[in-house]
């Protein structure tokens, strides 16, 4: 053991981040105040957007997303197999199926090839949203994609909780992940190992102000006050949720994003010490490849390893890097496997996400790390692979 162990991710939260939670906790307002707004304006003006709607988490970020498309049961979304559970499950809670896309073994992301091949396995059904999952911070070739949706008469719904600060080039235009230049929405989770932290939380960001409307309308149970109806009254056209984020967390998420560019800044630099520490164990060990269009902020350091040139498995592999005091984890196991879509779907063959599901191996990488974790994690992977 060297030293304590270095998670694979980990909040920063600082003594103004407490502070700004506990002046919300003496106001007025523990759930809905003046701060959920604060906090919106604040995020959309940092990605870029017309609109930013706080909510409870990521997970109900897609799912009102599924909800202000009005997505309809039988009709189809295609995700990647690579991600979190909750981009695929997100259409199924509105009663749509999934077409799960292949990824790129190197990058990890749905390419304008996969989705194409995705689209074939559509076959009559109405496709509505297509979920680009902008996998470790890495942004998803947007543009491409955007086009195969539009003629498949479908949109965008960006999955965005990696890639909070990460900026891309398409056509010598920059733009920032979460500006929904190319989507109808993208979504993003403040979950503690994301880019800013407020426990639960999320987020969905639209130019559309007739989404925005039923972003906010679905969030808080389908409640509508209807222009000078009586003070009491509310009327629900459709039953929505409570997907609210409290006037709390929101203080803490402001608070948190008046940060981002110094986590930014210091994921960027982390990952540059990576790229350098990491190059000696090439060919057994090689990073994600970065696409040549995306300027990432990274939310996970992934290594690809070739456990059978290296003579271990991954299991053995990640318990020798927790016994030297570095954390680890496999983001992701493809999604289209687990039992519930397997039941549903049958077995798909997906090798491109085989393959990354394979050798990936998330390193430890957050705000808080100092350069010389980078060193020692690189020195306990060259020790463990035998390098
Ligand atoms: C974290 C995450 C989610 C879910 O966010 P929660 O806030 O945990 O509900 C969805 N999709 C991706 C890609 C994520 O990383």
């Known amino acids: ?86 981009t695929a499950n997100c259409a199924r809670y509105v009663g749509a199926e999934v077409v799960f896309a292949d990824v790129d073994p190197l990058t990890g992301l749905m390419t304008p090839d996969t989705l194409a091949d995705a689209l074939k396995r559509v076959g009559g059904r109405k496709l509505r949203a297509v979920l680009p999952v902008h996998l470790r911070g890495d942004v998803a070739q947007l543009d491409a994609l955007e086009a195969l949706a539009r003629d498949a008469g479908a949109v965008l719904v960006e999955d965005a909780p990696h890639a909070l600060g990460s900026t891309a080039t398409f056509g010598n235009v920059s733009e920032r992940v979460g500006d929904a230049r190319h989507s109808a929405m993208a979504t993003f989770s403040f979950h503690p190992v994301k880019t800013i932290a407020t426990g639960e939380g999320g987020m969905v960001t639209t130019n559309d102000d007739r989404l925005a409307e039923r972003l906010r309308v679905m969030r808080s149970h389908g409640m509508i006050r209807p222009p000078g109806a009586d003070p009491w009254w509310y009327e629900m056209p459709e039953p929505g949720f409570n997907y609210r984020l409290p006037d709390i967390l929101c203080a803490l998420g402001l608070s948190q994003l008046g940060k981002l560019p110094r986590f930014a800044a210091r994921r960027k630099a982390l990952t540059a010490r990576y790229q350098s520490a990491l190059a000696p164990l090439a060919p057994m060990l090689r990073p994600a490849v970065r696409p040549l269009w995306s300027d990432p902020v990274l939310h996970l350091m992934v290594a690809l390893i070739d456990f059978a040139a290296v003579g271990k498995a991954r299991r053995q592999v990640v318990e020798e890097l927790r016994a030297r005091g570095v954390g680890s984890q496999v983001h992701y196991i493809p999604v289209s496997r687990q039992p519930y879509y397997v039941n549903r779907y049958g077995p798909i063959d997906l090798p491109g996400a085989d393959a990354w599901y394979e050798a990936c191996l998330s390193l430890p990488l957050y705000p808080g790390m100092a350069d010389e974790d980078v060193d020692r994690v690189a020195a306990a992977l060259k020790a463990v692979l035998g390098a």
Not at 12 to 39: K, Y
């Open 1 to 86: 053991m060297s030293g304590p162990l270095l998670p694979y991710g980990r909040q920063t939260i600082e003594d103004d981040d407490i502070a700004a939670v506990a002046e919300a906790l003496r106001g007025d307002f523990l759930t809905t105040g003046p701060t959920v707004e604060a906090f919106e304006t604040a995020f959309a003006e940092t990605v870029g957007a017309r609109h930013a709607v706080a909510c409870a988490n990521g997970t109900a970020a897609l799912h009102l997303a599924m909800l202000a498309l009005d997505v309809q049961p039988g009709e189809v979304c295609i995700a990647p197999a690579i991600t979190f559970l909750a």
